[in-house]
C-alpha cells in the first residue's frame, strides 16, 4: 500500500508565494519521477512540474521562472515552491508519482488527494 498526502495548499493574494508538499508513505522500494499537475475548475488536469530521481527536471511554461520543483529522495518527499502567484494559479494541485513497490514490481502511477491552491486579485 503506498500513499501520497500532500500539504501547504491555501488562500493567498496574488503576488504571494506557498510552497506545496508531498510525502509518499507504505511499501516502497523506489520512487521514479515525480510531479505536479493541477486541475482548475471546468479544465482539464495539466502539468506543472516534473522532477526524476537524479533531480531534472521539467516545468509547463505558464509556471516557468515562477515556480521551483525540488525532492528529498531520503524522504520520500517532492515540493513545489511557488512564487509570484497569480490568480490564474487557482487549482486543486494533485502530487504524482511512479513507484515501485519491490525489485521485481512493475512501476504504478500513485496519485494524492489534492490540495487547493486559492489566489485572490
Known amino acids: 500500500q503506498v500513499q501520497l498526502v500532500e500539504s501547504g495548499g491555501g488562500l493567498v493574494q496574488a503576488g504571494g508565494s506557498l510552497r506545496l508538499s508531498c510525502a509518499a508513505s507504505g511499501t516502497i522500494f523506489s520512487i521514479n519521477a515525480m510531479g505536479w499537475y493541477r486541475q482548475a475548475p471546468g479544465k482539464q488536469r495539466e502539468l506543472v512540474a516534473t522532477?526524476?530521481?537524479?533531480?531534472?527536471?521539467n516545468y509547463a511554461d505558464l509556471v516557468k521562472g515562477r515556480f521551483t520543483i525540488s525532492r528529498d529522495n531520503a524522504k520520500n518527499t517532492v515540493y513545489l515552491q511557488m512564487n509570484s502567484l497569480k490568480p490564474e494559479d487557482t487549482a486543486v494541485y494533485y502530487c504524482n508519482a511512479l513507484i515501485t513497490t519491490g525489485a521485481q514490481s512493475p512501476v504504478y502511477q500513485y496519485w494524492g488527494q489534492g490540495t487547493q491552491v486559492t489566489v485572490s486579485s
Open positions: 522532477i526524476t530521481s537524479g533531480g531534472n527536471t
